[in-house]
């Protein structure tokens, strides 16, 4: 059998959904719970599912064409592992210095590496969204995100 770029990436996401899903087996209920119609795990349940089922779509529809197979040749693996880098940075960021800076740096740092070097535009582009997220998360959703160590460390807190 030949793999092509869609059997790669329906196994790809079959494999994330069947993770998705076992994990989503996992959220923890309040007491009687597990009796409503709709609780905690419903909807991670029926993504997980839909997940599958459009992975395995995409796996008995894929292209088996002689010409289909595989080629890893003009993709920018080096642009991709500074992506993830740059990811994996936000992630360990954010406890210190907060979602709003460390989502500014992340986007100004992903925006530079995808070849945008106008530091106003890299600006405008960043704080506005990062504020818009911030926004909608703490003060619409009323969802709490910690300030970081850096600024309880600065101001108190």
């Known amino acids: 059998m030949t793999l092509s770029k869609d059997h790669i990436g329906g196994l790809v996401f079959l494999a994330l959904s069947a993770t998705y899903g076992y994990y989503a087996g996992h959220i923890a209920l309040l007491p009687g719970d597990e009796f ?59 406890d210190w210095v907060g979602f709003f800076i460390a989502t500014i740096f992340f986007l100004i740092g992903g925006y530079w590496l995808l070849g945008e070097r106008r530091i106003k535009t890299l600006l405008v582009a960043s704080v506005p969204f990062a504020g ?12 709490y995100l910690a300030p970081g160590q850096l600024f309880t460390h600065l101001f108190g807190g």
Not at 44 to 72: C, Q
Not at 132 to 143: A, E, K, P, R, S
Request: avoid cysteine.
């Open 36 to 94: 409503e119609p709709f609780h905690a795990q419903s909807l991670p349940n029926a993504l997980a599912i839909l997940g599958a089922l459009l992975s395995i779509v995409l796996l008995l529809t894929a292209n088996r064409s002689p010409g289909s197979t595989l080629s890893l040749t003009g993709y920018d693996f080096r642009l991709v592992t500074q992506l993830l880098v740059l990811v994996v940075a936000f992630a360990l960021a954010l």
């Open 132 to 143: 818009g997220i911030w926004f909608v998360l703490t003060q619409l959703l009323d969802i």
